[in-house]
């Protein structure tokens, strides 16, 4: 065994030999009957997808089992509308659920394949930017573990998020092609295809009754992938749209000899699913993203809503049978399109339909960002969706009439679904939600933020419609398929249930001072070091030891997540250590990978400039064994998985108020990693249940952001009152690491020293003691695996389970099938 197929161990392993031999029948089957290979012949490719085929089979009896059982006892179902789902490799995660990871181990052994080595060539279903996206890759695993009936709602894009290479230091952007081979897991539903109208006219046929004429109509074609649960129980629906043409060629145009126009139409309607948006934290705000969200929100409502009047033969009680949930404000036109279908298409009175809508629908929210909050402008949505449009108007001066009558002094312009100071805009978090029931935030802090920032004035007016649910995230991912060592482990500790109830690991606390469970613990984590060592050496030609600290930030690149903070502390260490080369400095591996859009400037520049320190630092003798700085490219969802389990230091330095929650933070913690981080988003919990002692904070809390941000302190005045700070700006500035291009950081560090928004020179001094304490505890190694005992101990309840049962309980009102235990 190589120390990948190690971690088939974590899965249910006792399987008898006629599984195998039934695997391995079924695996040659696929390659012969659905590839048309004989075994000889058969490449690295050929055997992933028989493997993949094989056990989607087997996926497929518990996803038609699931959706007959939802179907016959008519159980209430979620649709969960993301414009995200940013799923990774699927084969060994649905393996694992199904309890086939070891016999099809076995199979593919003695069918001269190794298992591990071709899942690593399943390409990553990249169709997300970042947390949002992942998150609702979660979601549909834990609904799917915790026997939520629920479909999934996205776009089928061709390409997702792009491929990133570095090229001397600087981001390039790639196309990303998941589907240029094809995508094995999935079904093309032709019989789940629905018309999307755009543009055209609207006219009033009758009293209330108003038809609406699309000028452009393009069809949406559903397609199915299962996602299993835990232990194959249940099966969640993952249905993404692609967008076709009516009419894919035009004779017309091309008998005359006019090729480009013979296909425009089709060019045009396919562009729709053409290629995921890499912007996050920043609105997209071209209208082919516009009629990407209409296009989606749509079709999936017109499925569900298709599917509620097959099944109950009227939409009266679809509040009853169906909980639609709004994944950012990405889907919401979903408030107006619903109230369309209930109107126009089903003869709904207004105040029906509006009843029926707003029992349906429920809104979560993943930022305060004000740059990031979602508008469309008026003109744009009344030429794309005229019908829409009226529908928003109508829902708008309805609640600021409602809201007039109730509180005469009320602010009605920030109310107002409507922004008039900005050339007239939609607020789509406004419509959001006013169109929900709930609206809820995904940390206590963020949650609470909402209600004072940007949702003030809604919150008032309607008191009890935000809420919180912290996020989660999937434990059999991040944990038992992830760290198959640290999985053992914890099933020797806390019993094998542990796989099957994470709260388990609970139990895992008591051995936090065991010198034994410690050393176990250090031989796991330097195993895991070692296999991302390999990596790093591959893909950054940079040797590290694994006996150092591995510190890590892994993210979307963008400036409140304060990677810049990181590489000028970086800088700071490098100056120290230079300067005192024989004093006992922590020996360390800073680790970096991360994405940045590819339109923000300063993101690249960040990028930029921790390459430029890498080459920097990495090739001075005097910091050899103390220092090095790596950059990993083309972060994804694999990359996070091999990284993970190999940290010891996790960073979570954003500047307080401005993360929401962060998924990482629990994933790392988990995984046993300590935190430095910031009082932010989900850090704050995560501080309150490992315990002050075993997190390390830093910085400005929300509150003192918000009082520097009203007061900002100068820049000059803070450099000054910082130590090495300066020097370290003006090396960057001067441009000693980028020697060939002495001015390439002269923009950066003038952006901090006119304004530092982010706070990245306020904490910096805060930030560097911080990293000194780190230091202390590295040294103390007793103390530092007791620390990590402690993190996975008390990281159970960031399971998504836990999360999905709090949306199921205090928002859906479904109940779960299985308790969700955390
Ligand atoms: O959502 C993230 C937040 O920044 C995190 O704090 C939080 O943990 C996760 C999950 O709740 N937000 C995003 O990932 N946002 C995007 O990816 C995005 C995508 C398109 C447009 C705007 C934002």
Redesign the pocket.
């Known amino acids: 065994m190589n120390d990948l197929s190690d971690k088939r161990t974590a899965a249910v392993h006792f399987e008898p030999d006629d599984q195998v031999d039934r695997l391995k029948s079924e695996i040659l089957r696929k390659l012969t009957y659905s590839l048309g290979k004989a075994p000889a012949a058969a490449q690295a490719h050929d055997w992933l997808t028989a493997g993949i085929l094989a056990t989607r089979d087997h996926a497929i009896d518990v996803w038609q089992a699931s959706t007959k059982e939802s179907y016959a006892t008519g159980r209430k179902r979620v649709y969960y509308l993301s414009l995200?789902f940013l799923i990774g490799r699927s084969l060994a995660d649905t393996l694992n659920n199904l309890g086939l990871t070891e016999p099809m181990t076995r199979a593919m052994r003695e069918l001269g394949v190794d298992l591990p080595e071709i899942e690593t060539i399943e390409p990553d279903a990249a169709l997300?930017?970042?947390?949002?996206?992942r998150?609702a890759a979660c979601y549909m695993e834990a609904m799917a573990s915790t026997g939520v009936p629920a479909l999934g709602y996205g776009i089928r894009y061709d390409h997702g998020l792009f491929k990133q290479g570095i090229e001397n230091g600087r981001q390039i952007e790639r196309p990303e092609d998941w589907l240029s081979f094809r995508n094995p897991w999935e079904f093309e539903r032709r019989e789940a295809s629905y018309r999307i109208g755009f543009g055209g006219s609207v006219a009033a046929s009758g009293p209330d009754q108003v038809v609406w004429t699309p000028e452009e109509t393009v069809f949406a074609v559903a397609y199915d992938t299962p996602v299993v649960g835990w232990r194959g129980r249940d099966s969640t629906t993952l249905r993404l749209w692609r967008a076709r043409a009516m009419h894919p060629l035009s004779l017309d145009a091309f008998n005359k000899g006019d090729l480009v126009g013979a296909v425009a139409e089709r060019n045009r309607a396919e562009a729709i699913s053409k290629v995921l948006?890499p912007?996050?934290?920043t609105?997209a705000g071209q209208e082919l993203r516009l009629r990407q969200e209409f296009f989606f929100t749509s079709a999936s409502l017109q499925d569900l809503v298709h599917r509620h009047h097959r099944q109950f033969g009227s939409l009266d009680n679809l509040a009853e049978k169906a909980a639609i949930q709004l994944n950012?404000t990405h889907p919401s036109l979903a408030v107006a399109e619903l109230m369309r279908l209930l109107l126009d298409e089903h003869k709904f009175n207004w105040e029906k339909a509006w009843e029926i809508t707003n029992a349906t629908i429920s809104y979560t929210n993943?930022?305060l960002l004000p740059e990031?909050l979602e508008t469309w402008p008026v003109a744009l949505v009344e030429r794309l969706l005229p019908r829409h449009m009226q529908i928003i108007f109508g829902i708008n001066a309805r609640f600021l009439d409602a809201v007039r009558r109730r509180s005469p002094d009320a602010d009605l312009a920030s109310l107002s679904l409507i922004d008039e100071h900005h050339g007239r805009r939609v607020r789509m978090a406004n419509l959001a939600f006013v169109g929900s029931h709930t609206v809820n935030g995904?940390s206590a802090l963020h949650s609470n933020l909402m209600k004072e920032t940007v949702f003030a004035q809604l919150h008032r007016a309607f008191p009890e419609r935000i809420t919180n649910v912290t996020?989660g995230i999937t434990p059999r991912r991040w944990l038992l398929n992830a760290n198959p060592g640290l999985t053992r482990l914890l099933q020797e500790v806390c019993g094998e249930a542990v796989a099957d109830d994470i709260g388990l690991v609970r139990q895992f606390g008591a051995h936090a001072d065991d010198r034994a469970v410690q050393e176990r613990l250090a031989a796991i984590r330097r195993d895991n070091k070692l296999r991302l060592a390999k990596v790093i050496q591959q893909d950054c030609g940079v040797v590290v030891d694994p006996e150092v600290l591995f510190d890590v930030q892994i993210k979307r690149v963008h400036e409140y997540k304060r990677q810049l903070l990181n590489i000028l502390e970086t800088i700071a260490l490098y100056n120290a250590i230079r300067s005192e080369p024989y004093r006992d400095w922590a020996p360390r591996v800073k680790v970096f990978a991360g994405k940045a859009a590819s339109n923000y400037t300063t993101a690249k520049s960040i990028i930029n400039l921790i390459n430029d320190v890498a080459a920097v630092v990495n090739n001075d003798i005097t910091t050899r064994d103390r220092l090095k700085v790596v950059f990993l490219p083309n972060y994804n969802v694999s990359l996070a998985e091999l990284i993970i389990p190999a940290a010891d230091l996790s960073e979570q330095i954003s500047t307080a108020g401005m993360?929401?929650?962060?998924?990482g933070n629990m994933k790392f913690a988990l995984n046993g990693a300590i935190t430095i981080g910031t009082l932010d988003?989900a850090n704050i919990e995560i501080g309150e249940r490992v315990g002050a002692d075993n997190i390390v904070i830093f910085g400005l809390t929300a509150d003192e952001v918000e009082i520097a941000k009203r007061n900002p302190r100068p820049s000059a005045e803070v450099i000054r009152a910082t130590p090495h700070l300066e020097g370290v700006l003006d090396a960057v500035a001067g441009g000693a690491y980028s020697p060939g291009e002495r001015d390439r950081y002269a923009q950066l560090v003038e952006g901090l020293r006119l304004n530092d928004w982010f706070l990245v020179l306020r904490d910096f001094e805060s930030y560097h003691q911080a990293q000194r304490r780190v230091d202390a505890l590295w040294a103390d190694r007793a103390r530092w695996w007791q620390m990590s005992v402690a993190n996975t101990a008390h990281c159970a309840w960031f399971s998504a389970d836990r999360a999905i049962g709090e949306y199921a309980e205090r928002i859906w009102h479904v109940p779960a099938g299985q308790a969700a235990r955390a």
């Open positions: 995200e997300g930017n970042g947390g949002l996206g998150l948006y912007n996050d934290s609105p950012d993943h930022t990031a995904v996020n993360e929401a929650s962060g998924t988003g």
